[in-house]
């Protein structure tokens, strides 16, 4: 059974710093990818980042280069989401996923990943 399970979420003051942890279970890990998105108040999920286990290969949302960097342990079978100057735009519930379909391209296309964590909540205050 696919398990996905985020932490490290919490209350921040604005220019601060979180990271993010997606420990995963139940999957051959060459074979997807792992994606972060967010959902903030009363807006759509977006996508943040996303990595390939076979290899690190990294996409990213174009607004979330330079202050989110995603990483992952292949040991501890975990993936990370640094995510440094944070605003009180950040404020969102964060979640990882696994998309089995990366190689079609499209690392932001929800409809690709199939497994979900429950998320976290990110709070930024002002």
């Known amino acids: 059974q696919v398990q996905l399970v985020e932490s490290g979420g919490g209350l921040v003051q604005a220019g601060g710093s979180l990271r993010l942890s997606c420990a995963t279970s139940g999957r051959s890990f060459n074979s997807y990818a792992v994606g972060w998105f967010r959902q903030g108040p009363g807006k759509e999920r977006e996508f943040i980042a996303s990595i390939a286990w076979s290899d690190g290969t990294t996409d990213y949302a174009d607004s979330m280069k330079g202050r989110f960097t995603i990483s992952r342990d292949n040991v501890k079978n975990t993936v990370y989401l640094q995510m440094n100057s944070l605003k009180p735009e950040d404020t969102a519930i964060y979640y990882c996923?696994?998309?089995?379909?990366?190689?079609?391209?499209?690392?932001?296309?929800?409809?690709?990943?199939?497994?979900w964590g429950q998320g976290t909540r990110v709070t930024v205050s002002s």
């Open positions: 996923a696994t998309n089995p379909n990366y190689r079609l391209g499209c690392p932001d296309c929800e409809e690709l990943y199939d497994y």
